[in-house]
C-alpha cells in the first residue's frame, strides 16, 4: 500500500510529529504540496491508498487546488475535503453553523465600499453597539484579528481594504469573553478537552495562551451538550474554538487542519500516534 501526507508545511510542528511517529509505526509516506504539483502527475498510474490531508484554506490562493483534491489519485482521503470545502473560510462556516442551529457569534460580511450610513450595517451596529472584531478570512493562530472601539477606525480600515481590493474579511462583535474552550476531536469523539482562562482570552494558543486540559465532572453542563452536537460534524480530525461570554456560549472557530504542539504538551498524550493509528 502506499500513502501520502499533503500539507504546505512540512516542518511545521504537526508535521514533523506526525513523520516521526509514522516513522516508530514502520510507515512510509510521500509528503506532497498541491500547490507543487503539475498536470502531468495525474496521467500517471500511481494511485494512493490512503492520504492524510492537512493542506488548509490558508495556503490556497488558487480555485486550481479544488479540482487537484477531488483526484481520484488520492485514494481514501483522510481529514476529507468534502467537509472542509463548505467550511473553507469563517464566513461559510458562520453560514453552516447557523443552518445546523450551533451558537454562533453574529456576523457582518460584505463586499464592495461601504459607509457607516449603510442600513445594513446600522442594524448590525445596533444589536452589537459595544466593539468590534476584523478578521481576515485567512487568517490564522491568532493573526490577522483587529480589535475596533471606535467606528471611525473601523471604517477606515475597511476603506483601506477596499482600495487594496481585499474583501476576504468579516466583522463580529467584541464580547466579554470569561473562558475559552477547545475541543479536539478524532473520527468525531471528543479526544481532549482544553480551558484557558479570561485573563488572556485576546491571546490565541498558538501565541502563548494557557490552557489547561479539563476532565470528567470538569466540564460545565452546557459545554457538555455542546460538545455532543458538534461531533455531528463528522470530520475526521479537527479543533473548535468555543466562547463562553457575557450573553452565552458560542462557538467561534471549525479549525479543520489543527496544530496539535499545545494539545500534547497539556494533556501529555500522543496525538500524532493516535491519528496514524485511526488512518492505518
Not at 114 to 121: A, H, K
Not at 132 to 160: C, M, Y
Not at 184 to 206: G, H, M, V
Not at 209 to 231: F, Y
Request: aromatic share 12%.
Amino acid at each position: 500500500m502506499s500513502f501520502c501526507y499533503l500539507t504546505a508545511h512540512r516542518e511545521s510542528h504537526a508535521s514533523k510529529r506526525i513523520m516521526s511517529e509514522a516513522q516508530k509505526m514502520g510507515l512510509k509516506l510521500d509528503i506532497l504540496n498541491p500547490l507543487h504539483l503539475r498536470l502531468n502527475t495525474f496521467s500517471q498510474p500511481q494511485k494512493y491508498s490512503k492520504t492524510l490531508n492537512r493542506f488548509s484554506a490558508v495556503d490556497a490562493h488558487d480555485p486550481y487546488i479544488f479540482t487537484v483534491m477531488e483526484s481520484p489519485l488520492w485514494g481514501e482521503q483522510f481529514n476529507s475535503w468534502e467537509v472542509r470545502s463548505k467550511l473553507w473560510d469563517k464566513s461559510r462556516q458562520t453560514l453552516w453553523m447557523n443552518k445546523v442551529n450551533w451558537p454562533t457569534t453574529p456576523i457582518f460580511a460584505f463586499r464592495g465600499p461601504i459607509t457607516v450610513e449603510d442600513e445594513s450595517w446600522r442594524e448590525f451596529k445596533k444589536l452589537n453597539p459595544q466593539g468590534w472584531v476584523l478578521k481576515v478570512n485567512r487568517g490564522q493562530k491568532g493573526i490577522g484579528i483587529h480589535f475596533f472601539k471606535e467606528e471611525d477606525s473601523l471604517f477606515a480600515w475597511l476603506e483601506t481594504l477596499w482600495r487594496l481590493g481585499d474583501q476576504d474579511f468579516i466583522i463580529q462583535p467584541e464580547l466579554s469573553v470569561m473562558r475559552e474552550y477547545r475541543v479536539t476531536y478524532l473520527q468525531s469523539k471528543p479526544w481532549a478537552i482544553l480551558e484557558r482562562s479570561a485573563d488572556s482570552a485576546k491571546k490565541n494558543f498558538a501565541q502563548g495562551g494557557e490552557a489547561r486540559e479539563l476532565k470528567g465532572s470538569e466540564c460545565p453542563k452546557n459545554l457538555s451538550g455542546l460538545i455532543e452536537k458538534m461531533a455531528e460534524l463528522k470530520a475526521h480530525h479537527t479543533s473548535i474554538d468555543l466562547l463562553e461570554t457575557d450573553k452565552g456560549l458560542f462557538v467561534s472557530d471549525i479549525n479543520l487542519v489543527p496544530g496539535f504542539e499545545q494539545l500534547e504538551n497539556v494533556t501529555g498524550r500522543n496525538f500524532a500516534s493516535d491519528l496514524l493509528k485511526v488512518i492505518f
